[in-house]
């Protein structure tokens, strides 16, 4: 790093400060050094002006992934936008797997509802990686519209996008995303059926009960972190998160099928369902 990018790269927080736009904008234009372009788009997302959108814009096209990931988050912090989207949108058409799957998980971050129809297209991407990363997106929007496409992506031949497709209709909400993830509590892979058990949980409502309470006899588990600064994975059983499920929702029909879970030959399954009686208390068990 020369002399003047040494300076100018010390500057940037001082004309943050200033919120001297022209000065960050040459600074999101220098040539030489990635590192001030970083810093200068990301100075631009913390003003979080729509002044520099234009700019902020031009950055997506940058050759260095830091300095289009920084742009990124700052038109996110700025509120998304139209054209950034289009610009987005682009490498869909035309761009490698490597492009079109940057392409699309920027597009998630951004946020913006111009968006969705691009991501809904992308889940037919040939490319598993684009598919998987535009069912996230679609998530991380939160747009009703999408839940259709998205139904049909759980569908997938591909388990690694089913319970990404199955996670994104959970968070996207709704009692059309229903009866999608009712289908997948039958899904061969059991990570796809804890994610879909998972974001029935988060949905919540009563429709989904009766097949709720067929998947307590389901045998299956998955490795989750043990979180808390421990290393390693531990067990949860896709009938245990079933049980924690029932018991967030409180419809009284679960309360014999969850007792009798107290005789499980798995210790968790049995205090998951002892903590779930207790919530479900003498108001629901009647």
């Not at 392409?103 to 490319?127: F, M, P, Q, R």
Request: glycine share 10%.
């Amino acid at each position: 790093m020369g002399i003047l990018d040494s300076i100018l790269k010390m500057n940037i927080d001082e004309m943050k400060t200033r919120r001297d736009f022209e000065g960050l904008f040459g600074a999101l234009n220098n040539k030489r050094n990635v590192y001030i372009r970083r810093d200068a788009a990301k100075a631009l997302g913390e003003i979080g002006d729509a002044t520099a959108m234009e700019p902020l814009i031009a950055a997506l096209k940058d050759p260095k992934k830091d300095v289009r990931d920084a742009a990124v988050e700052a038109i996110a912090r700025i509120g998304g936008d139209p054209r950034a989207v289009a610009a987005l949108a682009e490498p869909l058409k035309n761009g490698n797997s490597i492009a079109r799957e940057e392409a699309v998980s920027s597009l998630g971050k951004i946020g913006h509802k111009s968006a969705v129809e691009h991501l809904i297209s992308a889940l037919k991407d040939e490319d598993c990686f684009v598919r998987q990363s535009a069912a996230a997106a679609l998530g991380k929007i939160g747009e009703p519209s999408a839940v259709e496409a998205l139904a049909q992506t759980l569908k997938d031949e591909d388990k690694d996008i089913r319970q990404t497709a199955a996670i994104a209709l959970g968070e996207i909400g709704g009692t059309t995303a229903v009866e999608p993830l009712l289908q997948l509590l039958k899904d061969e892979s059991v990570l796809v059926r804890y994610r879909a058990v998972e974001s029935l949980g988060r949905i919540g409502g009563s429709s989904a009960v009766d097949a709720l309470i067929s998947t307590l006899k389901d045998g299956g588990w998955i490795g989750l972190p043990t979180g808390e600064g421990k290393s390693g994975n531990k067990k949860v059983w896709v009938r245990q998160k079933t049980i924690e499920v029932l018991a967030n929702i409180g419809d009284a029909r679960a309360v014999t099928p969850i007792a009798e879970a107290l005789d499980d030959k798995q210790e968790a399954v049995r205090q998951a369902a002892q903590k779930a009686l207790q919530k479900l208390g003498p108001s629901t068990t009647g």
